[in-house]
């Protein structure tokens, strides 16, 4: 967990991210990066070997005595939604049904 | 409705570039306490003060001090005064009026509202105009407060001084070459200046209860899902909570009781019953039990907010409370895995600004991939960027149980601490930051400095317990000092009497 992260992995992560970094961009997260990564890396002082992952918090109301949120399903129906030309208004380029991107594949 | 006032939302700087400038006035004329709700209520159910005057009265304040401390970032106006006319003919009418009736409100930027500007302070998000409400929104409408219009915030509520925004940030009123605390600094600065009687904000990690105490203003942070986030721009889905802002503590505890509830619309939301927040709050502490956890009182805790911190719980001792010191020894943990689940969930909900259906798209592009990296690239801040890259990375294979499973674990260990305190406590009061508000620039420099601002926050946030920052005395300097009261899951009231007891005593 102490690893340092090198510049090709920032570079690869900004990838998967979609993100465009800037030479200088890459030093500086590479920086920052490694600097926060150091200081997490204290985390591993603890021992969690059994602990469950609490990936959200409602379970614990119950655990607490509070009350816990009944498990209540909506009924499958069809509803009204946003009206297509309110939310294409919105969008930087349409044809009118739909968005509009660059091309996807070269040929 | 009117975009930007004071700043051109369309000739920004790139980010971060922002002026400092020395124009301070005095800084005392900034400040101002609004009247609470329950008198405003009661003027304009009498006739002697018109909604449609007040919200003028507002809108000429602002006019007049936004453009020295950056507070709003867009105003609904033509919506805020009708609003204003509706409520005028019910009270002309002698007709029963809703709880907020004509009271002057404003909202983060990171909450929609149908055809009003929606940036979260980034400019990806640069002329967007959302089709719809947030809950939050139209159940203020529907208890007849009065929309003024969106604050300023740190780019996506990430930061804890809101000079993350993209539209320059926000000065405090209390001293304007200081920060507001973030990342919802405007709107704990629209409070403190009387530029609204009450504000919504949102805290994942202390983004309403930092800048509360930096402000001297009250804050809330509700039980995660007791408010709906249907509207709420996402940062991370496991920790993102709407609350309130106010200057007295019964008109947060109002507020609450309007927005909190279960909605369809939020599967996360809690069918809880709601409480009456105010009258909770009236209730006397006598007999509580309070927990004063000793590693919040450690190293790196300002003197001065320490001592201002003690004489609070003194007085809470002399109101009748039981005073318990207790222990909670996972908190220097809170930090690391709050930056790890929290990037983690930032970088997933940040995915969907690709430049294709709404915001800013860069023009620099001929395939969709480059056009997606480039949008974002020129659309997103260094603090977000570097947010996303953590979080990515703490996700990528081949790190994934080392950080994200790890961070989880100890969430949990976080969290089984407080439910245990809770067994023999009724509350936990501690200081809200380490530090009274800091200078503009001060820790822009150095992320990490910048994330140990919330230090005392980023633990109940974790834990999805609830709280209430409330103003308890001052430094020598001035600067307000806020004490932070906590309470388990959906026990907001006890939170909001214990406030309530800090500020009759008037620290």
Known sequence: ?107 | MEAGCGKGLANLPREGKVRLSSEAKSSESYVEKPTTIQELRARISAGTTKAADLAARYYDRIAKINPHLNIYLSLTKERALQQAERVDALAAKGDPLPPLAGVPVGIKDVLVMQGAPATAGSRILQGYRPPYDATVVSKLEAAGAVLLGKLNCDEFAMGSSTENSAYGPVRNPVDPERVPGGSSGGSAAAVASNLAVATLGSDTGGSIRQPASFCGVVGVLPTYGRVSRFGLIAFASSLDRVGPFAAKVRDAATMLGIIAGHDPKDATSSAAPVPDFASESDKPVEGLRIGIPIEYFAEGLDPEVRTSIESGIKALEAAGCTLKPISLPHTKYAIPTYYLVATAEASANLARFDGVRYGYRSPDSDTLSGMYSHSRDEGFGAEVKRRILLGTYALSAGYYDAYYLKAQQVRRLLAEEFLRAFAEVDAIVTPTAPTPAFKLGEKTGDPLAMYLADIYTVTASLAGICGVTVPCGRTSAGLPVGMQVLARHLNEGTAFRVARAVEAAQV
Not at chain 1, 39 to 65: I, K, M, S
Not at chain 1, 77 to 101: C, I, M, Q, W, Y
């Open chain 1, 1 to 107: 967990m102490t690893a340092k992260v090198t510049e090709e992995e920032v570079a690869r992560v900004a990838e998967l991210a979609h993100l465009q970094l800037t030479p200088q961009e890459t030093g500086a997260m590479l920086h920052d990066l490694n600097a926060i990564l150091d200081y997490v890396a204290e985390l591993n002082e603890l021992d969690t070997a059994g602990v469950a992952p609490l990936a959200q918090v409602t379970e614990l109301f119950d655990a607490n005595g509070g009350e816990l949120r009944p498990v209540e399903f909506r009924q499958d129906e069809l509803r009204s939604s946003l009206d297509r030309s309110t939310v294409l208004a919105e969008a930087p380029e349409t044809n009118g049904a739909f968005f509009k991107v660059p091309k996807v594949i070269d040929r």
